[in-house]
């Protein structure tokens, strides 16, 4: 970008926004150019906090006049550097495009601007009994429209499916600076391509998501969670099969290894609830409009056969479940006080996951101390997290490596996160070139000198 060109813009955004809407106060500005694990930093001399969708495609077309390219940023909960302006770029938040614009109890469906988060939307569906059916950890900062965009999953992808699923429409901000459209709200329209399932995972690439129609589910009036220990990933792999079989209603299947568990432990300051301390522990839980405590004991009795499951916990009046839960929604917080995590998010066939399990583990011995690895993530539907801590060329090696190992077993390099910057080098694993070129000339027809997101993907 030209220095006359930013200035010239800056100038645009002076006359024709309103002072909220821009800041370059580097102090502030600061806060918008680091992701969250604080690995990957980036620099900026101007954010945008549009709070109109009709701002934000003025700032495209003027953005596209001066010749500036724009990082567009959520609730900055990415993984995966999409959000982190290591360009320079002009960074585009989305936080303040904040509405909820209606909801109908009947249809189900709840439109939304980009910025409402996750927990928001969730407490506002709540006095309607609904409920939203992805959730994810960073539920109080991840905004919908960076979900959308990155194609969120989450702790109940087996029950509900990912954001792709939840989505009806959306409202974009085209690369391009085409006009706004409206967000329909049809659960059913066959008229011609669907743009919500172009834009949903496109990570920016395509333009600004300003608005969507989200599926709503109905609140389950009763949840509970049981921790079983399990001696080794294959047999967490069976369990798994085994519960899904025995419970329609699960809602999530999570594992832990034996580190992630030392490390909350030592987060949280309390001792492991199963003793003796299993190789692993998978968390089954269940939602339902019966009793799902009662339905828990079944999915117990059904595995004790071929089990051990004599040490579960199950979540009670004493016990919740957001005590059970903790144990799994702290490990990212756990690993962040041993280091700055390289955070892999990978997934490969169910039938494979413990394949891949065990191969870290070889993996991980050969480097010895010069390697911290944390695994957990989600058993239902195959999806490892993976977060590796140690010095940056032990780093390299190690996630080229297993990228490797994951291409090897028909995985995905990246199965929630996004391909974002951190990734592109890796695409071609798992991505054959014919399939990288339509990546980039779909991205053009939409957004044909790249003003969005140009770093991001491909």
């Known amino acids: 970008m030209e220095a006359s060109g930013v200035t010239g813009f800056l100038e645009w955004c002076k006359q024709h926004l309103e002072p909220a809407d821009w800041i370059t106060d580097p102090s502030i500005t600061s806060g918008y150019c680091a992701d969250w694990t604080g690995r990957l930093v980036g620099h900026t001399g101007l954010v945008l906090r549009p709070d109109t969708a009709a701002k934000v495609r003025e700032i495209i077309v003027a953005a596209l006049e001066w010749d500036i390219r ?27 495009l904040n509405k909820i614009r209606s909801l109908d109890p009947d249809s189900q469906i709840a439109v939304v601007e980009a910025g409402v988060t996750l927990s928001e939307l969730k407490g506002y569906a709540a006095r309607f009994g609904l409920d939203f059916g992805v959730d994810i950890a960073p539920r109080d900062s991840a905004t919908l429209g960076g979900m959308a965009a990155t194609n969120a999953g989450g702790l109940h992808v087996i029950r509900y499916g990912p954001m792709r699923t939840q989505v009806v429409g ?10 706004l459209t409206p967000v329909s709200e049809l659960v059913k329209d066959n008229t011609g391509f669907s743009e919500e399932s172009i834009f949903v995972g496109s990570e920016g690439t395509l333009g600004v998501v300003t608005a969507l129609a989200l599926k709503l589910i109905r609140a389950e009036s009763s949840k509970a969670v049981t921790m079983i220990g399990v001696s080794s990933a294959t047999e967490a792999k069976r369990l798994a099969g085994a519960a899904r079989k025995a419970e329609s209603n699960i809602s999530a299947i999570e594992l832990l290894d034996d580190i992630s568990i030392k490390l909350v432990e ?5 001792e492991f609830p199963l003793k003796p301390h299993p190789a692993m522990a998978v968390l ?19 595995l004790q056969p071929n089990f051990d499951v004599t040490t579960a916990v199950v979540s009670t009046g004493t ?14 917080s756990a690993i962040r006080r041993v280091g700055e995590a390289l955070k892999l998010d990978l997934s490969v066939p169910i039938s494979k996951l413990d394949v891949l399990f065990d191969r870290l583990t070889t993996l991980a011995k050969e480097y010895g101390d010069s390697l911290l690895m944390v695994r957990f993530g989600h058993l239902g ?71 969005t997101n140009p770093n991001v993907m491909v």
Not at 284 to 302: C, F, K, N, P, T
Not at 398 to 414: D, H, K, P, R, S
């Open 70 to 96: 724009l990082c567009v940023q959520g609730g900055n909960t990415s993984l995966a550097g999409g959000s982190v302006p290591l360009a320079g770029e002009v960074v585009l938040s989305t936080r303040r």
């Open 381 to 451: 539907d195959g999806n490892l997290h993976v977060n590796l801590v140690g010095a940056d060329t032990v780093l390299a090696s190690a996630e080229a490596e297993i990228y490797q190992m994951v291409a090897e077993l028909g995985g995905a390099i990246t199965a929630e996160h996004g391909v974002g910057t951190l990734k592109k080098a890796y695409l071609g694993l798992v991505r054959t070139p014919a399939e990288v070129d339509r990546y980039r000339r779909l991205i053009l027809v939409f957004n044909p000198r790249r003003v």
């Open 319 to 332: 016990t919740t479940a957001n005590d059970i839960w903790r144990w799994r929604e702290s490990i990212p």
């Open 284 to 302: 089954i839980e269940v939602a339902s409009s019966g009793s799902a405590e009662s339905e828990v004991i079944d999915i117990l009795d059904a």
């Open 170 to 179: 959306v409202q974009v901000a085209y690369g391009d600076g085409s006009a």
């Open 266 to 270: 030592a987060e949280v300051g309390a």
